[in-house]
């Protein structure tokens, strides 16, 4: 199964650009990158997600390497309820999907 | 809201004992899927079903098992239950499986207590 890497933890200061690193290094080419965040006492939601190109949404930024070995999701002004745990995952090919543990993002007012 | 619901909010039962979790997808939603989050382990994927038949086996225990039912509901059957248990358990839904981008949907979860 393609395995995604991500710090176990992040800070960010309150309305300051976040960025939030993935490695997925075993990607295949079929396999879409996908984002999701949960909130506390949440369960999780989407963010955004994509392919090849880079992606923005009303929520989020997705930056995806040339490689697409690793990708980045940006909040672009990070708020007090962006403070969440943010999981990167792949998803594509009759596969198990694994969320694992995520990247907990803490906003600092 | 996502349009997923899950029955009951909280279950707290004894070691030994059997329960089952209830799941409704979004309606439209073909495919269910059920995790397992407890606090030192993540969200670990259980399995998922798609329009009433088993797709992906993740790390489900044998003393677990689902099924989803023509109307598109699920149901998660846990037995034997042990302490390790205890834990969040999520259903999402989405339209097809997640071999295409569809994004699932999650449903508020189920807080299973094992005493």
């Known amino acids: 199964d393609a395995k995604t890497t991500q710090p176990n933890s992040m800070e960010s200061n309150e309305e300051e650009p976040v960025h939030l690193p993935c490695n997925h290094s075993t990607i295949s080419g079929t396999d879409y990158i996908h984002w999701y965040r949960q909130l506390p006492s949440q369960g999780p939601e989407y963010v955004i997600h994509g392919l090849t190109s880079n992606v923005n949404n009303r929520m989020a930024s997705l930056a995806i390497a040339e490689d697409r070995k690793s990708s980045t999701l940006i909040l672009h002004r990070a708020t007090l309820r962006d403070a969440a745990v943010y999981y990167c995952?792949?998803?594509?090919?009759?596969?198990?999907?694994?969320f694992g543990i995520g990247t907990k993002l803490q906003v600092i007012p | 809201d996502s349009g997923v619901t899950q029955t009951p909010k909280h279950l707290i039962t004894a070691t030994g004992q059997r329960v089952t979790l209830r799941c409704s997808p979004r309606s439209g939603d073909l495919s269910v899927y059920w995790y397992q989050q407890s606090l030192d382990q993540g969200l670990q994927f259980l399995i998922q079903?798609?329009?009433?038949?088993?797709?992906a086996k993740g790390n489900i225990l044998e003393r677990f098992s689902a099924q989803q039912f023509p109307d598109l509901h699920s149901e998660l059957n846990l037995s034997s239950l042990e302490l390790g248990d205890s834990a969040l358990y999520f259903c999402?839904?989405?339209?097809?499986?997640?071999?295409?981008?569809?994004?699932?949907?999650f449903g508020p979860g189920t807080r299973l207590t094992v005493l």
């Open positions: 999402a839904s989405s339209v097809e499986g997640f071999e295409v981008e569809n994004e699932q949907f």
């Open positions: 079903y798609y329009n009433g038949e088993e797709r």
């Open positions: 995952i792949l998803g594509g090919g009759y596969q198990k999907v694994t």
